[in-house]
């Protein structure tokens, strides 16, 4: 996905300088600073434990706020908190939900906690987006988890907010249906609706977000576009297939730090695709020196999940 | 004021009345009429009258005060309490409602079903029994007041209550002894003067005594006092809630 084009003061989220400790002494959050953009889907990634749902419950007032400061679309959320909350939707990591009430109902009942006036034409194009109209009149606990999951998020966007927060929507769902919910994200914030998002799915972000944060540990690592994220951090691996199985690397390429793999069938190279120089002409003249003859090769990018794990370890 | 929002907990609350229709309405019919075949035929053909009234009639505003002190505090301790419970209660933390409004969302349909049980008690009363209202606009003064004061109570032990056992325990541990002694069923007249002392520090006796009063001019303590008193408590729960919502006590860290 390309990225949102920035203007002045198109950030619907400011976070600055937030801290959180627990009346335990856990200190979940430690000075974070975030931006989100109108109109983009932001990917939160971090390990579990990582202060991510602290920060989501934070900005939504579920949480009380340690110090440091939040505004939604300009207002402050301890002082403005009635603006902020109308701005925003939420759908929790857990299915919580009201088992004996009707999808209809709750949905409804969401609408006017958040101090709008009833209009049933919206709640009815609402569930029919989410295909949620045939259960209308369902109980919660007749549906099925995915059919919740829906449900929860009808009930967050049954305000009409500009500001969505997916807390793991797509955590226990089956693949159909987690590719059923990207879709869903996507039409949503074509329809002007900034979302921001936390998983576990590397995949997640790498299919849907403008950006990416890593958190860990109660710190924000990393913010950055996905696409020069992966191009920043990714690294490349050239791997030769050869001719004939080597018993180890020769001394002549031992320059070129190869690793060999496959019992002794590849030569394995890893290359920094930002490096000034990528030295793949100079390992591959090397190898023609050497009289080393191969058969294939492939190269291969690593993936977002690999490059949060390596962030994350470097942040252990 | 996010009336919408008082008004979507309201109408909730009042909703999951309509499901459990029999607990809430048929079960206080059925235990009042018991206590009326118990009480008012059984034992109080044995009793004459107390201070001129009978002590079938007598009886009826202790009734009345009992159903209305246990459905004020279970409805609204249940009310607040089972969100917590179930985890819905991040919708009413994140929703733009004060803390105001959340009270009176949940205070508001508890002493509503509350009066609703009291005003059917008395209905069913009158099958038992005639009686007559002597200050009808000091009775519903009385109604209102305890009614919102103990679906405060009930709100408070809602938020305080972690498991449902602590959430029955007030009622059954604090409210029945309190209103059985409080002089539901005999005046406190009837009792030893030591133990007329004593009862005077329990303070359902004071709204019992008011409420009689408003019925038949027969009170135990002074109507004023009875006022005061009713007042007093109020005063004292929309002080605990101030304070639960200013320090979020059991409800956000």
Request: glycine share 8%.
């Amino acid at each position: 996905m390309n990225a949102v084009a920035r203007t002045a003061d198109d950030d619907i989220l400011v976070v600055r300088g937030v801290d959180k400790v627990y009346p335990g002494g856990f200190q979940a959050l430690k000075h974070i600073d975030l931006e989100i953009r109108r109109g983009e889907i932001f990917a939160l990634l971090g390990p579990n434990g990582a202060g991510k749902t602290t920060l989501i419950s934070i900005i939504c007032g579920i949480v009380n706020l340690g110090a440091g400061s939040i505004t939604v679309d300009g207002h402050d959320v301890v002082r403005d908190w009635r603006a902020t909350r109308s701005l925003i939707g939420l759908v929790p990591q857990e299915l919580k939900t009201d088992a004996f009430e009707t999808v209809w109902n709750t949905v409804r009942f969401s609408r006017g906690l958040f101090g709008k006036a009833p209009d049933d034409a919206y709640i009815e194009r609402l569930l029919k987006d989410l295909s949620l109209w045939d259960k209308r009149d369902n109980k919660m606990l007749m549906l099925s988890g995915g059919m919740k999951r829906r449900v929860m998020i009808a009930k967050a966007l049954s305000h009409e907010p500009q500001l969505l927060f997916l807390d793991e929507p797509t955590a226990g769902v089956d693949v159909e249906l987690r590719r059923d919910m990207w879709a869903m994200v996507r039409r949503l914030r074509e329809s002007g609706v900034t979302i921001v998002l936390t998983t576990h799915y590397i995949e997640e972000a790498e299919e849907m977000a403008h950006r990416v944060g890593v958190i860990n540990k109660g710190e924000l690592v990393l913010v950055e576009e996905k696409a020069a994220l992966m191009h920043k951090l990714g690294r490349k691996q050239l791997r030769l297939q050869l001719h004939d199985a080597l018993d180890a690397v020769p001394a002549a390429l031992a320059s070129h730090h190869l690793e060999l793999a496959a019992g002794g069938n590849e030569l394995v190279y890893n290359y920094d695709t930002q490096g000034e120089r990528t030295g793949i002409t100079g390992l591959l003249a090397d190898l023609a020196a050497a009289g080393i003859r191969f058969r294939d090769l492939s190269t291969r990018q690593d993936t977002l999940e690999q490059i949060f794990l390596q962030l994350v370890k470097e942040g252990a | 004021m996010n009336w919408y929002g008082i008004r979507a907990i309201y109408r909730f609350e009042m909703a999951r009345t309509g499901r459990t229709l029999m607990q809430s309405v048929a079960s206080p019919v059925v235990s009042t009429s018991l206590y009326f075949v118990v009480f008012g035929s059984a034992i109080g053909s044995r009793i004459t009258s107390v201070e001129g009234v009978s002590y079938a009639a007598f009886i009826i505003p202790g009734l009345v005060m009992l159903s209305l002190l246990m459905q004020s505090v279970s409805n609204a301790s249940f009310g607040i309490y089972f969100p917590k419970f179930v985890g819905t209660i991040y919708e009413v933390h994140s929703a733009p409602l004060s803390f105001l409004e959340i009270v009176l969302g949940y205070v508001g349909a508890a002493a509503t079903k509350a009066i609703m049980v009291g005003l059917i008690i008395l209905a069913t009363a009158r099958i038992f029994v005639d009686y007559s209202i002597a200050h009808p606009l000091v009775m519903v003064a009385f109604l209102l007041l305890t009614t919102v004061t103990f679906s405060l109570l009930g709100f408070i032990i809602g938020i305080w209550a972690d498991n449902f056992e602590k959430l029955q325990v007030v009622p059954l541990m604090v409210i029945t002894p309190l209103t059985f002694l409080g002089g539901s069923f005999y005046s406190i007249h009837m009792l030893p003067p030591f133990w007329q002392k004593v009862t005077l520090f329990n303070p359902v006796v004071y709204l019992i005594s008011g409420f009689r009063w408003s019925f038949y001019n027969l009170a135990d303590v002074g109507v004023g006092i009875s006022l005061a008193a009713t007042l007093g408590f109020l005063a004292l729960c929309l002080v605990v809630v101030w304070w639960i919502f200013r320090t979020g006590y059991r409800l956000k860290v």
